[in-house]
C-alpha cells in the first residue's frame, strides 16, 4: 500500500503534465516598500519606491492554474523617521536603499488565459548592496541586514491575449517571513535598526509568449 500511493499521484499528474503548456515571458516594475514590525523608540517607518524587472517561465499545469518562476532583481527599502510626531522641528530621518535577486514562484488562478486572475506565491530574495543616507552622507550598511529574505505575495491582475502573446497588469502586496535586521551587528550609532520585516506594493506589467 505504500509503495502504491506514490503510483497513484504520479498518474493522477499525469493527465496534466501532458497538457502542460509552457511560456516564458519578462516583466517591469514600479513599487512602494517600507519595513514592517516594531519600529526603534520614538520612531515610525515610511515607505521608499524603486524599480525592478524579471524574467517569467510559467506553466499551465491545469485548465485553471498556472505555475510561474520569475527570477529578477529589485529595490526595496525604507525611511525611518525620528521624532516625527512629539517634535517635528527636530525630525531626523534615515534613508535604506537596497538591491535584491529575488527568486520568486507563484501561482495563478484564471479562466481560459484571460481576463481578471488572483494569486500568490513565496519568493526567496538575495540581498545585493545595501545604503544608509543620514544628513546628507551615504554609507554601506549590509552588515547591519541578513542577506536573505522570505516573502510571501498576494497577487491580483488582469490578463489580455493579443495574438501569440499575452499582456498583464499585476498588483502585488509583499509581505516579509523573517527578521531583517542584523541586531547583532549594529553598533551604539545605529539607531535606526530592529527587527525589521520587508512589506510593500508593488505594481507590474509585463509580457508573455
Known sequence: MRTSLPVLLL?????SLARAELRVGVSAEVNRSSFGGVAPEHASYSSNYGT??????????HEDIVLSFQPGWIQKGAEIVFRAEENPDSTETFAVNQSWVT???????????????AGGGVSI??????ELEHEGATID?????????????????????TGSRALFLEARYMQGLVTLGNTNESTVGDIYVAEFKSNGL????GIVF
Do not use: H, M
Not at 11 to 15: F, G, I, K, S, Y
Open 11 to 15: 498518474l493522477a499528474c499525469v493527465p
Open 52 to 61: 525592478g524587472f524579471a524574467g517569467i517561465v510559467e506553466f499551465r499545469v
Open 103 to 117: 527568486l520568486p514562484v507563484y501561482f495563478r488562478v484564471d479562466s481560459d488565459g484571460q481576463g481578471f486572475y
Open 125 to 130: 530574495d538575495l540581498l545585493l548592496d545595501s
Open 141 to 161: 550598511n549590509q552588515s547591519v541586514f541578513e542577506d536573505v529574505d522570505a516573502v510571501y505575495q498576494f497577487t491580483v491582475g488582469y490578463l489580455r491575449p
Open 202 to 205: 508593488r505594481l507590474v506589467a
